[in-house]
């Protein structure tokens, strides 16, 4: 009996850890789509693709502007925009534009661990935007993202927090141009929590649990095979 509560017990932890973790945490099991520089690091050179640009036409509905999200065609940045997201005044649709950049602000003192990127829209955003950038698993994960509002700079740090695997997301008020990374010196952001540690854990307390009980089940089988031999013995006799 104790081999079925030990499995039960088990499967109700890995359910509770599973709930706690963000939606999409097994994908991190599966090799990361290769990132697209527009300038690669050395070992990122071998098939680097140029990176994509994105493109988003918002409808404007009755004086407000439509939810929606801009992306680029490669995935490597989403901006996600509530309804009501834009100063619509004389607007019958918002055109958002992401372009990959190699002119962008000098970073100065902070390493990028991706590209910089220019997001524009025709109209200014009136409440903040969800923004999610990729990033490559060949160079160190970045700590926070970066915005510059003009082309002279300077680089703002606008936060950031662990989202998907090989991810960061933040919110920002402003558009401009924007890029990963982390201050010189600094470093950099762990690419796993103990949040995402704890479905490892539970995994292995499951794999162990069965593990542990095939032997248990192997004697009572060579137990139970046992009798039967012995009744047949018994009978004979």
Same mark, same amino acid.
């Given at each position: 009996?104790?081999?079925?509560?030990?499995?039960?017990?088990?499967?109700?932890?890995?359910?509770? !850890?599973?709930?706690?973790?963000?939606?999409?945490?097994?994908?991190?099991?599966?090799?990361?789509?290769?990132?697209?520089?527009?300038?690669?690091?050395?070992?990122?050179? !071998?098939?680097?693709?140029?990176?994509?640009?994105?493109?988003?036409?918002? &409808?404007?509905?009755?004086?407000?502007?439509?939810?929606?999200?801009?992306?680029?065609?490669?995935?490597?940045?989403?901006?996600?925009?509530?309804?009501?997201?834009?100063?619509?005044?004389? &607007?019958?649709?918002?055109?958002?534009?992401?372009?990959?950049?190699?002119?962008?602000?000098?970073?100065?003192?902070?390493?990028?661990? *991706?590209?910089?990127?220019?997001?524009?829209?025709? !109209?200014?955003?009136?409440?903040?935007?969800?923004?999610?950038? #990729?990033?490559?698993?060949?160079?160190?994960?970045?700590?926070?993202?970066?915005?510059?509002?003009?082309?002279?700079?300077?680089?703002?740090?606008?936060?950031?927090? %662990?989202?998907?695997?090989?991810?960061?997301?933040?919110?920002?008020?402003?558009? =401009?141009?924007?890029?990963? =990374?982390?201050?010189?010196?600094? *470093?950099?952001?762990? #690419?796993? =929590?103990?949040?995402?540690?704890?479905?490892?854990?539970?995994?292995?307390?499951?794999?162990?649990?069965?593990?542990?009980?095939?032997?248990?089940?192997?004697?009572?089988?060579?137990?139970?095979?046992? =009798?039967?031999?012995?009744?047949? %013995?018994?009978? %004979? %006799?």
């Amino acid at each position: 009996m104790r081999r079925p509560i030990l499995l039960g017990a088990a499967a109700t932890i890995y359910m509770a !850890a599973a709930w706690m973790v963000a939606p999409g945490f097994y994908d991190g099991f599966t090799p990361p789509q290769p990132y697209n520089w527009t300038s690669p690091p050395p070992q990122a050179r !071998a098939g680097n693709l140029p990176p994509r640009s994105g493109h988003l036409d918002i &409808k404007v509905i009755d004086g407000v502007s439509d939810a929606n999200s801009a992306f680029t065609e490669d995935g490597q940045v989403v901006i996600g925009f509530l309804p009501g997201a834009f100063d619509v005044t004389g &607007k019958t649709s918002i055109s958002v534009d992401i372009t990959p950049e190699t002119n962008f602000p000098s970073p100065n003192s902070l390493h990028f661990a *991706t590209n910089a990127y220019l997001i524009t829209a025709d !109209a200014p955003l009136v409440k903040r935007a969800n923004l999610v950038m #990729r990033y490559s698993d060949l160079v160190p994960a970045p700590s926070f993202v970066y915005l510059a509002v003009g082309a002279n700079g300077p680089w703002k740090s606008i936060g950031g927090t %662990e989202g998907q695997p090989f991810t960061i997301q933040t919110t920002t008020l402003q558009l =401009g141009y924007f890029a990963a =990374g982390y201050p010189a010196g600094a *470093t950099s952001r762990s #690419r796993s =929590g103990s949040s995402q540690l704890l479905p490892i854990a539970v995994a292995v307390l499951i794999l162990g649990v069965v593990v542990a009980g095939i032997p248990l089940t192997i004697v009572r089988r060579r137990r139970a095979a046992g =009798g039967v031999e012995k009744e047949a %013995e018994d009978d %004979e %006799e």
